[in-house]
């Protein structure tokens, strides 16, 4: 114990004459990764002094000390800009994944001599990955752990501006009170604070239809459109109100913090006088990885030993065909044979290929069937599905033969000669670089849509949401309207994706990719129970 304390002072010493830790420790044989065998808790340090998967901090004793590099002395508000207090999950100072609670002991406790996460820190990442602000190398931490709005319907707390004369009657509490007069374009509400909402509703008397543009800000200046709607008017989305009387309410399509909904009417005709009689907002959303998303341990997907933090908000390049390492994903083990987790940007004859038997997919039909997911029923074997064991399929849409396709199928053979033309933005610059593949429809991490949909908060440019809502999937409900709300496959009657001008869906509207339909598109369908293809019960 005597000749530890005399090698920690020693290396604390040379520290402070400038000397470079990891290798004075290397020459004590301290120095400790993961399963490294170091002594016990110097392995943080060099987790982040020069680990692959670490910050690669250097020997900067300050970083993380005050006053002199002695354990005595760490101050773990340093720890903030990292690990992240603010957000849904303290990386600080949570007693199970915090940072001052696993300090010193990253090898014996928080993984195990493999590289995996021990039990109970499954949600180790997410001490990172949340809503917080998490900032390393001035990059910050993608929020994996999702968002979760809580929340009743409730008023503004006041009309800031409106050509509808009566306009605060919207804001009475009164249904039988409306606006009192037929014309009008725009009403500015103040919600009283900035505040996170999630969606609107207006109660209306009359089986007349409006149609509605929806901005929020947090000043009257600057506006983001949050609400595009599923109604179409001027060749441009809108959110309609009516015909139905009563309650018309909608959920948004971007979540962003606000403080004033600005709300513009853009049909034509004059409204029938106290038509509209109240409005109200709530925030109700709860989404990510451990919400909707896989749920399952990081590590199964990501190799936790790779290199993590580079400097670069997103290392995968298609140019560079990176995914697998860029992404951090994990190789997997098929017919005696490892391969790489995700072949993206996809090359070769797509057309000609089985997607059943390729390994372009690897790492999801780890999981997932692949005769269940792309079976069909004009295939052979195990691969004869009939019948189809994916609800991606439309009942209305036959075939020459009369029989429904799978639409999985459809999409992953691709289009143009082999199959192969580029039609996927794989790395999210806005040109289409690959074939489809399935994480061009899917954020594996859990999403605002159902089926884990593209919705555009991990592809959007770090910090902003200028990709969301993508194609924004709504399952449509059982009389075949569009439900934002809807996320039990088994409640729905078929999907439809976000209108946003007539033509060809394209990068340039959607985000996401060139499409051989328009950027909406419906599938009406009866839900079956396939367990969405996993392997097993």
């Known amino acids: ?13 040379l520290a402070l004459c400038g000397a470079t830790w990891p290798d004075t420790a290397a020459a004590w044989g301290m120095r400790g990764g993961m399963g490294g065998g170091g002594m016990g808790g110097w392995a943080s340090h060099h987790v982040h002094w020069d680990e692959e998967w670490g910050p690669k901090l250097g020997n900067k004793c300050f970083t993380c000390h005050d006053g002199k590099p002695s354990r005595r002395t760490v101050n773990y508000s340093h720890c903030i800009p990292c690990h992240s207090p603010d957000g849904a999950i303290d990386g600080v100072n949570d007693p199970e994944i915090g940072a001052r609670y696993n300090w010193g002991r990253m090898t014996s406790v928080v993984y195990d001599d493999s590289g995996h996460l021990r039990p109970g820190k499954e949600r180790w990442c997410l001490g990172c990955h949340d809503d917080g602000t998490a900032v390393i190398n001035d990059v910050p931490a ?58 609107v509703r207006f109660y209306t008397t009359s089986d007349q239809e ?46 962003v913090p606000v403080r004033y909904l600005k709300l513009v009417r853009v049909s034509p005709p004059p409204l029938t006088v106290n038509s509209l009689c109240e409005f109200q907002y709530k925030k109700d959303l709860s989404y990510g990885y451990f919400v909707n998303g896989h749920k399952i341990g990081c ?61 372009d997919f690897a790492l999801c039909f780890s999981c997932h069937d692949r005769s269940k997911v792309l079976g069909e029923i004009y295939d052979s074997g195990e691969m004869f599905q009939y019948p189809l064991q994916t609800n ?14 799978n639409e999985h199928r459809r999409h992953i053979n691709g289009r143009g000669y082999c199959g192969n ?36 908060e991990l592809t959007s440019s770090p910090g902003t949401n200028d990709k969301v809502p993508m194609i924004n999937l709504r399952y449509l409900d059982e009389s075949g309207r569009p439900d934002g709300d809807l996320a039990d496959v088994m409640a729905s009657s078929g999907g439809v994706t976000q209108f946003y001008a007539p033509g060809p869906g394209t990068p340039d509207k959607n985000s996401t990719c060139k499409m051989c339909h328009n950027d909406e598109i419906s599938y009406q369908r009866q839900p079956a129970d396939v367990n969405h293809g996993l392997i097993g019960p």
């Open 392 to 405: 991606f399929r439309n009942d209305s849409h036959l075939d020459a033969n009369g029989n429904v396709r």
């Open 421 to 456: 033309d580029p039609v996927w933005d794989s790395d999210w610059d806005g040109v289409p670089d690959s074939p489809m593949s399935c994480t061009a429809c899917h954020n594996v991490h859990g999403s605002p849509s159902p089926a884990m949909a593209r919705h555009g």
């Open 299 to 359: 590590d199964n997907c990501h190799d936790i030993r790779s290199s993590h933090i580079d400097g670069l908000a997103r290392t995968y390049q298609a140019d560079q065909a990176n995914y697998s390492s860029g992404y951090r994903l994990v190789n997997v083990e098929t017919d005696s044979d490892t391969v790489p987790a995700m072949e993206i940007p996809r090359t070769g004859c797509n057309s000609d290929e089985d997607p059943a038997t390729t390994n």
């Open 142 to 199: 993608p929020n994996i752990a999702g968002r979760t709005m809580t929340g009743d319907w409730q008023s503004p707390a006041a009309v800031a501006a409106s050509d509808f004369p009566g306009a605060d009657n919207l804001l009475d509490g009164d249904t039988d009170t409306g606006n009192v007069v037929r014309d009008g374009t725009y009403i500015i509400f103040d919600l009283g604070e900035v505040t996170d909402i999630s969606h």
């Open 1 to 13: 114990m005597k000749d530890r304390i005399l090698v920690v002072a020693a290396a604390a010493a």
């Open 210 to 255: 409006s149609q509605w543009e929806v901005y929020g800000g947090t000043d009257t200046e600057n506006w983001t459109r949050i609400l595009l709607g599923q109604s179409v008017i001027f060749a441009a989305p809108a959110w309609k109100i009516g015909p139905d009387t009563g309650w018309n309410e909608s959920r948004l399509d971007v979540f």
